[in-house]
């Protein structure tokens, strides 16, 4: 049964089939004039597949991040070494989304691909950015689970998650069950990713039939985007946190991270690499104490790459649309990319429930996401390489701030 289990393609590699199998069709179609028979016929299995995750995005963003949140309460443990590390995170993450955003401008994402659509999409009217702020709060939390109103769903799910932590024993009982029900949100997505390869298939043949080939420039644009951000944001806001305030040459610390940065580009995991982002940690000269705290949180809750890729998408989809995002609306996408990374770790799927949180807090359509997911594997790795990255200059940064940054480190072994 094991050697069976082994056999089994990857959910990525069946998503790219679909990607290829649905071009291929499409072009098919395309050539022959009988685009419509796409709409008609194929279009309605991957609209069951965005229905399903429009269905899990609320209770499950609110499960993962009242359990991530939880967490939180260890700054209570550990003072300001808890307080450094989540600023840090929360400041690196939301310039991530902020630079997406401006090499998605700049790229023009999205220009040139145009979806299909059962009627026309309106953009919701614009809200200044004082009101954004306000509305973050919500009056009646409730009512923010059953609309989806998502801003308002992540501050109430930290309200809960902090209020668990300082409980602790007290409120035991309701965090198991909160647990018990993230496990169950995970398993229903990792369920409905299995259709993944075939709502892949049913939603790229109606685009491509109805525009030929030239769908394949716009996805290569936004794959060469989510890159350059990426390395942009190593290059230029780790290189200036570790040589500001860890007072190490950035040549050297890159150097010194790079066996964990090439193992994460070739896993796309964050925790499967947490190994080697501590030994790479000791080599730089991190107290086992700071590194021991810093890492493990940053592969929980840091996720600069995967914000970057969040903000750089939300562009895509709403060019694909025919919309222009407001200051206000890209205020938002930057709230909530930063707000719901705390959450995206360990969750199946998670940058496509993730992707689908943001767009939905500015109202976009969710039909685009299925043809991302296309090119997402070639994302991911680059997104996790950085994800990674941002942990290791964290711990550098901290580590330094508390006087504990130094070679004598790197003579004590890793701890087991």
Not at 253 to 271: G, N, R
Not at 336 to 348: C, K, N, R
Request: aromatic share 8%.
């Amino acid at each position: 049964m094991e050697q069976a289990e082994k056999k089994k393609l990857h959910l990525t590699v069946k998503i790219l089939i679909g990607l290829i199998a649905g071009i291929i069709v499409g072009i098919v179609l395309n050539l022959t004039g009988q685009a419509e028979i796409a709409n008609t016929y194929i279009k309605p299995f991957g609209t069951l597949f965005l229905n399903l995750i429009k269905m899990a995005i609320v209770p499950l963003v609110f499960s993962s991040l009242v359990m991530g949140a939880c967490g939180l309460g260890d700054i209570k443990k550990v003072g300001r070494v808890g307080l450094k590390t989540i600023v840090y995170f929360l400041i690196t993450t939301a310039f991530a989304v902020i630079l997406g955003l401006i090499i998605g401008k700049v790229f023009n994402v999205g220009h040139g691909l145009t979806l299909p659509t059962d009627a026309a999409y309106e953009a919701p009217a614009a809200t200044n950015f004082v009101d954004t702020l306000l509305n973050i709060i919500p009056t009646n939390p409730f009512n923010a689970l059953t609309q989806g109103n998502m801003l308002q769903v992540i501050a109430f799910a930290l309200f809960v998650g902090v209020a668990i932590a300082i409980l602790g024993p007290k409120a035991e009982t309701f965090k198991k069950g909160m647990e018990g029900f993230a496990e169950i949100m995970y398993t229903i997505i990792g369920g409905i990713m299995k259709l993944a390869p075939y709502a892949v298939f049913a939603l790229i043949i109606p685009v491509v039939a109805a525009q030929g080939a030239a769908v394949l420039g716009p996805l290569f644009m936004l794959v060469l985007a989510v890159y350059l951000a990426c390395a942009l944001h190593a290059a230029i806001v780790y290189s200036l946190a570790v040589k500001l305030w860890g007072k190490m040459s950035p040549a050297k610390f890159f150097k010194l991270a790079a066996p964990a940065m090439l193992f994460a580009y070739t896993t796309a995991s964050s925790s499967a690499t947490l190994p080697f982002t501590m030994e790479c940690s000791r080599k730089m000269g991190v107290s086992p104490q700071i590194r021991s705290f810093v890492l493990p949180l940053g592969a929980t809750v840091n996720m600069d790459g995967t914000a970057a890729f969040q903000g750089i998408c939300a562009l895509f989809v709403a060019a694909v649309y025919g919309i222009d995002l407001t200051l206000g609306q890209m205020a938002m996408i930057v709230l909530s990319a930063t707000l719901a990374s705390i959450g995206t770790a360990g969750v199946p799927g998670a940058g496509t429930v993730m992707l689908g949180m943001v767009l939905t807090t500015v109202g976009l359509p969710l039909e685009a996401i299925v043809i991302i997911m296309g090119v997402e594997r070639i994302m991911d790795m680059a997104r996790t390489c950085i994800n990674i990255t941002g942990d290791m200059a964290c711990a550098v940064v901290v580590a330094r701030s508390e006087n504990e940054l130094d070679e004598k480190y790197t003579a004590i072994e890793v701890e087991a």
